[in-house]
């Protein structure tokens, strides 16, 4: 089993990856949207040039893909104080008594971005972050055959890397207009 410390210094592009999405989104992403931010990241990359960002593999879990060796990753990251896990407390009222309920973690970076990410590498983890940002429920309309792909590989494997055919894109308006005219001339 490798060292926390030899994950670390090998995984240089995925630090990069997770610095820039917590800079661009700062105290919004919990794990799962951390984690489904750099997979659709690493796959809209694939498809374009045939290769990932990072190299790194990534495991079906319950909620979401993630890289291998992330925890070993995150509480090096922390140690070395380039991240900060936040707790995010709300209230709410229970019989009557308001008190805080621990809603869950989320991320902070303050770290400097690394300069280890190509132009090509930096515009995919940009145009997925800006697209995704914390809507998670927008993953299905604009990456469902990233989705689909994980979601049907089974729990607990190694999500394989697959090239996806290009569809033809159509205007809506356009494609209308042809079924109006098929149908009444």
Request: aromatic share 12%; glycine share 4%.
């Amino acid at each position: 089993m490798q060292h926390t410390r030899e994950i670390y210094e090998e995984s240089a592009k995925l630090r990069a990856m997770i610095i820039f999405i917590l800079r661009k989104l700062p105290g919004k992403l919990n794990r799962v949207a951390l984690c489904k931010n750099l997979y659709y990241s690493e796959m809209h990359f694939f498809q374009k040039f045939g290769k990932t960002i990072s190299g790194v593999d990534y495991l079906h879990i319950e909620a979401s893909p993630v890289p291998r060796h992330f925890n070993e990753l995150i509480h090096e990251m922390v140690h070395r104080a380039e991240l900060r896990v936040i707790p995010q407390v709300a209230p709410e009222v229970i019989e009557g008594r308001q008190i805080m309920v621990l809603r869950g973690m989320v991320f902070e970076c303050e770290a400097s971005l690394l300069n280890v990410l190509s132009r090509d590498e930096l515009r995919a983890v940009r145009m997925v972050s800006s697209t995704l940002q914390n809507e998670m429920n927008l993953e299905t309309r604009f990456f469902p055959q990233y989705y689909q792909h994980y979601v049907q590989t089974g729990l607990y494997e190694v999500i394989p890397n697959v090239t996806f055919p290009k569809r033809p894109h159509l205007q809506f308006k356009a494609w209308s207009r042809k079924i109006y005219r098929l149908m009444w001339q």
